[in-house]
């Protein structure tokens, strides 16, 4: 059974940096597309990056986000520059089977972590 924990969040304010961490545990995920995925209140939970043989993002994102992978350590990192208010949400690390496609849909994904709270002021 594979476990997914997240780590990092806090609050910040706009324009600040964080990163995201998500330590993998009771599975091989280094062969697994790795996502992260955010929800912010009252709305659906969305893709926001993942990365499987290259690494993909929703536009909002894009040039702000950079997804890695660290396989000896067994860790997966969102590194979040230039934050906005915007960006405000749970971010959930999850682990996907498909790797022959940049997928971005959440059931694709098997395996969730719990969340961890980003809060951008402004």
């Known amino acids: 059974q594979g476990q997914l924990v997240e780590s990092g969040g806090g609050l910040v304010q706009a324009g600040g940096s964080l990163r995201l961490s998500c330590a993998t545990s009771g599975r091989t995920f280094s062969a697994y597309t790795m996502g992260w995925f955010r929800q912010a209140p009252g709305k659906e939970r969305e893709f926001v990056a993942g990365?499987?043989?290259?690494?993909y993002y929703t536009d909002p994102v894009k040039g702000r986000f950079t997804i890695s992978r660290d396989n000896a350590k067994n860790t997966v990192y969102l590194q979040m520059n230039n934050l906005k208010p915007e960006d405000t949400a749970v971010y959930f690390c999850?682990?996907?089977?498909?790797?022959?496609?940049?997928?971005?849909?959440?059931?694709?994904?098997?395996?969730w972590g719990q969340g961890t709270q980003v809060t951008v002021s402004s």
């Open positions: 999850a682990a996907s089977q498909i790797t022959s496609r940049a997928t971005m849909a959440e059931y694709d994904y098997n395996y």
């Open positions: 990365l499987s043989w290259r690494s």
